[in-house]
């Protein structure tokens, strides 16, 4: 795999079909058909990059490598509640009517296990093989703006263009960060919202905004007579991506077509955050409704699994039958886990109580402290894939109405 | 080695040689192994790569067993002496017994020194207490070497040493060396006496309580098991020393040591990286509520 960047050469080019004379530049809105969305898929392909987009597999939209326009999901919606997620019949011909699965792209910049580095006996001694495996370049093709919201999350997390103080101290992730910067984006705006949505109360907005880190940004029109997508270039990478598509002008009709869009997905919100739960659970740590949603929880790490945000993860060595070579992988874990707190002679936290409380308040009260924003960027996929339906956005208001 | 020319700055970053990922194990060898209590050994390791060691009393490394594991263990040693890195560990569990069935000649990976220090610069012209139970006497002593090092800077030094039983005592003769001192306060108690064990029985909180320091004027440094240091905190409170001017050492579950992977975090704090060594009043409230 190719580094992609710089690399869309003129041998590419095609003259764009439209819009001639009125260069493109970063905040410009175009409008593409649908072949221009295979071509964009096409070109990223010719151009070095992975692309990675939305499927429709095991009854569910998920996120996984595609070719062309061909793998995306055609007519599905979704229907979403807590505990429950079922694919429906969406609008005829769509793309992206669907809602955000149980797939997040974190599993992308930070898989679910991975090599740290191998190792290998020398005499008395033993030698670190620190070769950099070689990192992909991916193109994301549907990432709605609470997911851009969650990566810049994660971004402080693993110490990635760290333009504030808030962040992971002096360290970067290097496999992280590597993924990270080579990862071309290509938002989808949000045409509607679930019932497990609360992106609006997060801060978040179902339609991304220019500075959101977004290369390109597409709003579907669904299919009537025509299937378009109007297409914001939100950087320079997107830009020349752009120049070599065929598009036509924006109008004042497309325009707000999309502005009607968002705010009817924003009045849709399924649910809503209390905007001072971070100083709500601060006070109310020994609340009796840890108990309570205690009896509830499976301590599945079901919530932390799909969670964009969540980003903790433990590392197993493991050794070849003849002990010369051994290697540490690292993977996702969770705070959910008995051991996960273990410290020789038992756990910190060996009650589901303390587990659950541990990563609510976490996210939506601790994170500040950490990395100056909450944990939380209200996508509802904790709420939806939780197999009881425990609804963090209910455990808030709750612990909000009755504690202190 | 205790009495080395202060030349060195306190490091507050943590420096890792020639290599980009805080993920690696960094090859040192294993130059001496001594057994320290029955449980409990040292070993002073070299960098095969010969660059010096730079570590700041108080923090604490990741030591990895080829094909075992790793461990977060406190520097022990000497912060002046930068070629050698000294670690004692309580063999406790399965990389710790690894890391004690090793062999001089034989190589450990290093990853660190990870986590905040024992300050010493706000203790210029006061009163010094380290107060230690078992093992926790461990990373106090590389602060300890500090303050002998620049001894003039500070007034009375006392260091109060509890253990669970006379065998149990770590550092035994470099406490009476110590104890030998005109400049240096050091009294030991036992929990349990044994044999013909004459000294003091009795809780290290005690020797708080009639320790030689002027409370107004005293930076205090404890570490040790967590309910011990929130007794010694009291005891230290009751006779003066403000909440601001104590500071402890925690212990979490830490595993990358960077921050990343969320194993040791408490409250707001991630133990590996703002921490181990906290002032008490950032963490008062964190240490009342169970199972954060």
Redesign the interface.
């Given at each position: 795999m190719t580094h992609a960047h710089g690399s869309t050469g003129s041998s590419h080019a095609k003259a764009p079909a439209g819009a001639k004379g009125s260069p493109i530049a970063i905040g410009t809105k175009v409008v593409m058909d649908e072949a221009g969305l295979a071509s964009l898929i096409t070109l990223l392909t010719k151009v070095g990059y992975q692309p990675i987009g939305p499927k429709a597999r095991d009854g569910a939209i998920v996120y996984e490598e595609i070719e062309s326009l061909s793998d995306l999901p055609v007519g599905f919606a979704d229907e979403q509640e807590g505990g429950k997620y079922r694919l429906v019949a969406g609008t005829k011909g769509s793309f992206f009517e669907y809602l955000v699965g149980p797939t997040s792209w974190k599993r992308y910049l930070f898989p679910p296990t991975h090599k740290?580095?191998g190792?290998e006996?020398k005499g008395?001694?033993?030698?670190?093989d620190?070769a950099k495996a070689d990192v992909p370049a991916y193109a994301f093709i549907g990432v709605r703006s609470c997911e851009l919201n969650a990566m810049k999350i994660q971004d402080k997390?693993?110490g990635f263009g760290r333009e504030d103080n808030n962040g992971?101290?002096?360290?970067s992730?290097?496999n992280y960060v590597a993924r990270r910067s080579k990862a071309l984006i290509i938002a989808v705006n949000c045409s509607r919202a679930g019932k497990t949505c609360f992106c609006t109360s997060m801060g978040g907005d179902p339609h991304v905004k220019e500075d959101q880190g977004f290369d390109l940004a597409l709003t579907e029109f669904a299919p009537q007579q025509t299937h378009e997508f109007m297409v914001e270039v939100g950087s320079e990478r997107g830009r020349l991506i752009l120049e070599l598509l065929p598009y036509r002008a924006v109008t004042s009709h497309d325009t707000d077509r999309a502005a009607s869009q968002a705010r009817k997905a924003r009045s849709e919100m399924g649910r809503k955050m209390p905007p001072d739960i971070k100083d709500v659970l601060k006070r109310n740590?020994?609340h009796k409704r840890w108990d309570d949603v205690a009896s509830r929880c499976l301590s599945c790490a079901n919530c932390t699994m799909v969670c964009p945000t969540c980003?903790?993860?433990?590392?197993q060595?493991s050794?070849n039958l003849t002990?010369e070579k051994?290697e540490?992988t690292r993977s996702w874990?969770s705070?959910f886990s008995v051991d996960?707190?273990?410290?020789?002679g038992g756990a910190?936290?060996?009650?589901t109580?303390?587990r659950y409380r541990?990563w609510m308040t976490?996210k939506l009260s601790?994170w500040h402290?950490?990395y100056g924003s909450s944990g939380c960027v209200g996508c509802g996929r904790c709420i939806t894939w939780c197999p009881v339906g425990i609804d963090i956005t209910e455990e808030a208001r709750v612990i909000k109405t009755t504690g202190k | 080695m205790t009495e080395a020319a202060p030349t060195k700055k306190k490091h507050h970053c943590t420096c890792h040689s020639g290599d980009a990922s805080p993920m690696h194990p960094r090859p040192f060898k294993v130059v001496k192994i001594w057994k320290e209590l029955s449980d409990t050994f040292s070993m002073s390791l070299v960098p095969e790569d010969g660059q010096p060691i730079v570590f700041a009393p108080g923090q604490f490394n990741m030591l990895y067993v080829f094909g075992v594991g790793e461990v977060p263990i406190s520097v022990s040693g000497d912060p002046t002496d930068l070629s050698t890195l000294v670690h004692t560990t309580r063999a406790v569990g399965n990389v710790s017994r690894a890391l004690d069935a090793l062999k001089e000649g034989m190589s450990v990976g290093v990853r660190g020194p990870f986590g905040t220090v024992w300050p010493l610069d706000i203790a210029e012209g006061k009163d010094l207490v380290f107060v230690a139970g078992g093992i926790g006497l461990a990373p106090l002593r590389p602060v300890i070497y500090q303050a002998m090092a620049y001894r003039h800077k500070y007034r009375n030094l006392a260091i109060l040493y509890g253990a669970r039983t006379p065998e149990d005592i770590l550092f035994d003769k470099e406490l009476l060396r110590w104890k030998a001192r005109f400049d240096i306060d050091v009294q030991v108690t036992v929990d349990r006496s044994t044999g013909d064990w004459a000294g003091r029985v009795g809780l290290v909180t005690k020797l708080v309580e009639c320790g030689g320091f002027d409370p107004a004027n005293t930076v205090a440094y404890t570490c040790g098991p967590e309910v011990m240091m929130l007794h010694v905190v009291d005891s230290l409170h009751k006779r003066g020393v403000p909440h601001d001017r104590i500071y402890l050492s925690m212990e979490r579950n830490m595993k990358c040591g960077v921050g990343f992977c969320g194993h040791c975090q408490w409250g707001t704090s991630f133990v590996c990286r703002d921490g181990p060594v906290f002032r008490f009043d950032t963490i008062a409230d964190d240490l009342k509520v169970r199972e954060l």
């Open positions: 740290l580095w190792a006996q008395n001694g033993f030698e670190i620190k997390v693993f992971a101290g002096i360290f992730d290097p740590l020994d980003f903790c993860s433990t590392v060595d050794t002990g051994t540490r874990d705070c996960f707190s273990y410290i020789h910190i936290r060996p009650e109580k303390s541990q976490h601790n402290e950490q | -």
